[in-house]
């Protein structure tokens, strides 16, 4: 089993640099770059007073303040759990009954530190080396990264503007059914709200159709394959309608794994996410959290439990919303301004992210990517965002542009610079350096 | 590969639940039980005021308080790794001058979750299913409950009043030399301070001759062997002298592997723990890190380095010692008054626990345990610290009594209970009963 003398473990050697980290060494290598690449939340609507005065006041009570200092418990705190499922409850349904129905039940919801942890976790219970998880095309990088340490196997799906291209989801799960690799197939992960990187929102009857072709291969794969369902940036809508998550759909209990967090919409240095599991998972997620960490940080579950309770999230939620969109709308005028007609892009309705699809090579390696950088400007590589999937060669022309961490001035300036930059490679006189640049 | 049609990975479907939630379970079905069991710290010592002052003062800066909401990076807060390290250099060698030695550069620290993050992926990162790790013979459990989920064979190492039985490592190493094993043995787990379960310190030389003997071994091994030393209670000490740490070794900076916390000394609802790492495990674990969190929660960390900076840490050092050495001596002085003299135990010098040495068997099925139960004490059976190891059977005898969390008052009335179980059990006149619990 041992193929060399290395103290790692096989998942040791395994694991790879994370696309971020390389992200974070071009930044770092030029001080003054303008960063459109990081995932970071809006430094100024950052809840600072509000935060300030919610610990103030937990802290105020000598008993509420040591429960907040002490341990809690390894699935996080039973009130929190149940705020947050009331709060699922009523935005998929309208309602939120003092019994809440089976799919919204608080015992089934665990707290982690952020969802990423929820997603590692769910990833450690489910799949050993060589098992195949089907992901969006593009899809959230850093579960990528993931998958990459665990040894999986993962399968692109072409995603649409509202979702997945279901066809390709079937034709997909049928070659697989084919090759005697269903029984490998686990899970379907989605991110269903303003995705990361696409901006995409999954309409319902997406999430619907999905599931259902999901139970249809089960009798072949010979065991659950399940949906997981990422809404890490379904608080941060500011356009458009909600869409309930896949929770409403028939058979959800069973198969449905729903992620959610407080990061993003609230403070990303809260870190607080949670995860809604049917069982097997939600027993075997709970074990593998005791060694994790036996409970996310009690202090900041507390904080959270009373900004909700005390109405300072949904104040807060109402000002997020405004500024993103704010922010968003920035980054699509000064695009729209900038960027040669050429690109094509959908205006986001949510989240942090605009999605360019160019006309030339943006990946790592282009001279697009190299001169913004000279140019100033840091942008993600969409090359990044696609998972390693032999059936396609991976897409090269798109950018993950965030509008989230970026003042509005850098912005402007960013884009303009990056359309310049597109630009140049478009006028190129010479159709031979075009066709160069797509290689 | 696939056994079964579970949709869980081998180590989903592997993975037992934690010895700590069985424990739960049967306190909260007697909401009247004094718990001598719980790792839970002191409530009435929990520095509330000082946390709120702190964070008060970290929040009232709009600046600052952004940047503590805001991400951090997935190694942790630099400036928070620069002081531990200072810290921990000044405590080890008396001095910490501008530039550290290599063996605490700040580069080689991560920021984890409590210092169990830090023992989970370490153990991600060196060890897959079949390998072996060496543990102290008792051990803290809740690691065992990482190697059992993560298949790893243990086998344990006999602990003394000073540390592990070097003979026996040496004898241990030899046999799996000889059987073929060694190449499968990653690393020595000690817990050098206040050992959880037993209260024992390791002495330096101890130290000094573990790391020799695994030094030893390596060729035959083909690889590095570890020392993991696990400092979680180093800073509870109210008697002896310190000792310091592996760290201080020849050949340290390659082989020693160091994880320490701020939970415990100072608050765990915080939940803030450290590691200082050789190549070419930091490398891996902070990619590892990436994949669980990206990073703990920023707002833990700023708290916490004003704690320090501003002197709140060590002034809080100094009460909880005091604190923890009146709780110890009244569970000491309650031992001495009510256990039979029978019952062999060591006064402990730091940490949160005493490890009485018991005549009759006191696992989680023994006749005490029950009776004790009965009475309305709980403990933890000593049994759940000792590794599953065929070169022995499992000790029975001992139980883990815990000082930390309980009432001054509850030590007491617990202590005299668990004194008058035991003692109903000594005094059965046939010695055939006797006898029979000792099976």
Chains 1, 2 share one sequence.
Request: charged fraction near 25%.
């Amino acid at each position: 089993m041992k193929k060399n003398n290395s103290p790692l473990s096989q998942m040791g050697q395994r694991t790879e640099a994370p696309s971020i980290s390389w992200l974070m060494e071009v930044a770092l290598a030029r001080p003054n770059l303008t960063s459109l690449a990081a995932g970071f939340t809006d430094n100024p609507s950052l809840p600072v007073s509000s935060v300030r005065e919610l610990l103030e006041d937990l802290l105020a009570s000598p008993q509420a303040g040591q429960a907040a200092l002490q341990y809690g418990t390894t699935m996080g705190d039973p009130e929190l759990r149940q705020l947050t499922a009331s709060q699922l409850c009523r935005q998929d349904i309208g309602k939120a009954p003092a019994k809440l129905p089976p799919e919204y039940a608080p015992e089934r919801m665990i707290i982690t530190n952020g969802s990423q942890q929820m997603l590692y976790m769910v990833t450690e219970a489910m799949c050993d080396p060589g098992d195949i998880v089907l992901v969006e095309d593009p899809t959230y990088f850093v579960y990528l990264g993931i998958t990459q340490s665990h040894g999986l196997r993962c399968r692109g799906i072409r995603l649409m503007n509202d979702g997945i291209d279901l066809e390709h989801l079937e034709a997909v799960l049928n070659e697989l059914k084919k090759s005697g690799d269903l029984r490998r197939v686990k899970m379907l992960y989605l991110v269903t709200y303003f995705q990361n990187p696409s901006g995409v929102t999954t309409c319902f009857a997406k999430k619907a159709a999905a599931l259902k072709l999901l139970k249809k291969y089960e009798r072949d794969a010979g065991h659950p394959i399940y949906l997981l369902e990422d809404a890490a940036y379904r608080d941060l809508r500011f356009g458009g309608e909600d869409i309930p998550t896949a929770l409403t759909l028939p058979g959800a209990a069973s198969r449905v794994i729903y992620a959610g967090t407080y990061s993003k919409p609230f403070a990303t240095g809260l870190r607080v996410g949670f995860g809604i599991l049917p069982e097997p998972l939600l027993t075997v997620v709970s074990r593998i959290k005791g060694n994790h960490d036996f409970g996310t940080a009690n202090l900041l579950q507390q904080a959270l439990k009373r900004a909700i309770i005390k109405g300072h999230y949904d104040k807060h939620l109402v000002a997020l919303r405004q500024r993103y969109h704010c922010k968003a709308q920035i980054m699509t005028r000064a695009i729209e301004h900038y960027f040669p007609p050429e690109v094509r892009w959908e205006k986001p309705t949510g989240g942090l992210y605009v999605w360019p699809d160019l006309p030339v090579p943006a990946g790592k390696q282009s001279r697009l990517f190299k001169t913004a950088l000279d140019q100033g400007v840091l942008y993600v590589p969409g090359e990044l965002c696609f998972a390693d999937d032999a059936a396609r060669p991976k897409p090269l022309n798109q950018m993950r542009l965030s509008f989230g961490g970026a003042l509005e001035k850098n912005i402007e300036t960013g884009i303009e610079r990056l359309g310049k930059a597109i630009a140049s490679f478009l006028k190129k006189p010479a159709s031979g350096s075009r066709k160069a640049a797509r290689k």
